[in-house]
């Protein structure tokens, strides 16, 4: 069975640090593209970023751009995403997606359960 | 970047009705829209993929159709069990991947 098991998330004060993981499972993780997507509170749902599966291409939302990383671990099979200088309008639950085919341009067919980042003081 | 429109916000059906489900794109991004549902507490899951295919498991009630910039998403006879709330996301003009706000479909 394919799974995503995200975590990390925590109360953190703005300007904080904070690094989320995404242990997968079930797949041959190596050889698949992976991204992260947040929601806010109530809100709809925002891509934050993707990561190819090598690790040659790294892309990411215009809000967080700067401010967060997403790398991978393929000898581990761990998803993470490093988020700097965070703001009270990144606090989401944020879910990491499996892309369908494999590619950075595909839909997200496996979804975490959500890990909740909030930022505030 | 392409923006997403939903309609309406807010849809109330009863069981065994139709509901049909709008998503408008503000550039041609051909059929690649997915559909996701979504219930409280839960991770959104893919429905509809390429516009009009049911991804694995997804009860032939749910159907998809549209290209270009319209694309809709219809429940031909709703159960209990398809409350929640509706996402579309296009992945043509990527990046972004985007999402539009949401349809919230209320069991009546």
């Known amino acids: 069975e394919v799974q995503l098991l995200d975590s990390g998330g925590q109360l953190v004060q703005p300007g904080g640090s904070l690094r989320l993981s995404c242990a997968a499972s079930?797949?041959?993780?190596?050889?698949?593209?992976m991204n992260w997507v947040r929601q806010a509170p109530g809100g709809g749902l925002a891509w934050v970023a993707a990561i190819s599966g090598g690790s040659s291409g790294a892309y990411y939302a215009d809000s967080v751009k700067g401010r967060f990383t997403i790398s991978r671990d393929n000898s581990d099979n761990t998803l993470y995403l490093e988020m700097n200088s965070l703001r009270v309008d990144d606090t989401a639950i944020y879910y990491c997606?499996?892309?369908?085919?494999?590619?950075?341009?595909?839909?997200?067919?496996?979804w975490g359960h959500g890990t909740l980042v909030t930022v505030s003081s | 970047e392409v923006l997403l429109t939903q309609s309406p916000a807010t849809l109330s059906v009863s069981p065994g009705e139709r509901a049909t489900l709008s998503c408008r794109a503000s550039q041609i991004i051909g059929n690649n829209l997915a559909w996701y549902q979504q219930k409280p507490g839960q991770a959104p899951r893919l429905l509809i993929f390429g516009a009009s295919t049911r991804a694995t498991g997804i009860p032939a009630r749910f159907s998809g159709s549209g290209s270009g910039t319209e694309f809709t998403l219809t429940i031909s006879s709703l159960q209990s069990e398809d409350f929640g709330v509706y996402f579309c996301h296009q992945y043509n003009n990527w990046p972004p991947h985007t999402f539009g706000g949401g349809t919230t479909v209320e069991i009546k």
């Open positions: 079930g797949f041959s993780f190596k050889h698949f593209a």
């Open positions: 997606a499996k892309p369908s085919g494999g590619t950075l341009r595909d839909v997200f067919d496996v």
